[in-house]
């Protein structure tokens, strides 16, 4: 059963590889095991989640990440394992920044099997959303976070940030909303995505739109664009949504552990050069209690039983 199995990095480690071999990914032991090995004494709690993504920049990469509690600073703890070199962007000061205006809950953090250590996930306390009035203080924000304040402020979303995302590899920074429901609706979503200059979504995406829970930005710090809108939703069938998108995927679906009965998650997004292409986030080990699960928990809850 998902969330019963034990967690040690080598039995992690032997479950990555299996994974992404199943997606013809060979998961790198010099990349992977330094990553697990930073983060050990965590695993035995930690929410354990795969992630595979369709689009081409993602290609011949597969992603693992996995929760770390409030007590480890775990921007710190890549830097002193040399999981990634301290810099002088902006980035590099966000973590910190958050952590001295906002309560935590937890972190997360996410790597690739063959491109290394990517991002930390900052969770804010379940019922004590963050607002950007707030977080636009902090003078690490991207710039572009503020400069949107009014198309935030107008779909509702400025008081609902949930999570903070931060992607060391990309350079970019993910604002994970609470979004109302009306955020999901055709014409919204069209509005949207017209407001900050994206393509206009495919009906296969206005279809997904209309189940997801939650919605998450992506800035960067070069640009005053908001470059990309992403939307969650929660599946027990994840072909519902790839079948069209090649064997490799119904592969992973059918046999990535525990099969097809655990939690998924699937994300979709809409490129500014009109490229569609969804990630399928799919859970080794499951813990209801964890923060990470939280949007999880509410929208199966909002289900009609």
């Known amino acids: 059963m998902p969330g019963t199995v034990d967690v040690d990095v080598a039995s992690v480690c032997s479950a990555i590889e299996k994974s992404a071999a199943l997606l013809d990914v060979t998961a790198s032991r010099d990349i992977v095991l330094p990553v697990l090995t930073a983060y050990e ?30 007590e480890v600073d775990p921007y710190e ?18 973590l910190s920044d958050i952590q001295q205006l906002c309560p935590i809950d937890s972190y997360g953090i996410d790597f690739g099997v063959t491109s290394g250590f990517k991002k930390i996930w ?59 429901p009306e955020c999901f ?53 994840p072909m519902a949504y790839f079948a069209r998108l090649g064997t490799r995927i119904e592969h992973f679906v059918m046999n990535v552990p525990y099969g097809v009965d655990d939690p998924k998650m699937v994300y979709a997004a809409v490129t500014s050069d009109g490229e569609e292409y969804y990630k399928l986030q799919s859970y080794y080990r499951w813990r209801s209690v964890s923060r990470l699960n939280a949007a999880y928990i509410a929208a199966r809850d909002k289900e009609p039983a």
């Not at 200059?197 to 992506?218: A, H, I, Q, V, W």
Request: aromatic share 10%; charged share 25%; glycine share 6%.
């Open 41 to 70: 004494d965590a695993l035995d709690q930690a929410v354990i989640a795969f992630r595979v993504a369709t689009n081409a920049r993602h290609e011949g990469d597969f992603d693992a990440r996995f929760t770390l509690p409030k």
């Open 185 to 237: 609706e055709r014409e919204t979503v069209l509005a949207m995505h017209r407001d900050i200059g994206l393509p206009n979504p495919s009906e296969r995406m206005f279809t997904f739109c209309e189940k997801s829970f939650g919605l998450y930005t992506t800035q960067n710090w070069e640009s005053g664009e908001i470059e990309r809108i992403s939307y969650g939703v929660k599946t027990d069938n």
């Open 122 to 180: 900052v969770y804010f306390p379940a019922g004590e959303q963050e607002t950007l009035d707030r977080l636009n203080r902090l003078a690490s924000m991207p710039p572009s976070l503020a400069g949107n304040i009014d198309f935030f402020t107008r779909y509702g979303l400025a008081d609902k940030v949930d999570v903070i995302g931060i992607d060391y590899r990309s350079r970019t920074m993910n604002a994970y909303l609470a979004a109302p």
């Open 77 to 94: 703890v890549a830097l002193s394992k040399g999981l990634i070199e301290r810099t002088d962007h902006p980035i590099g000061d966000l």
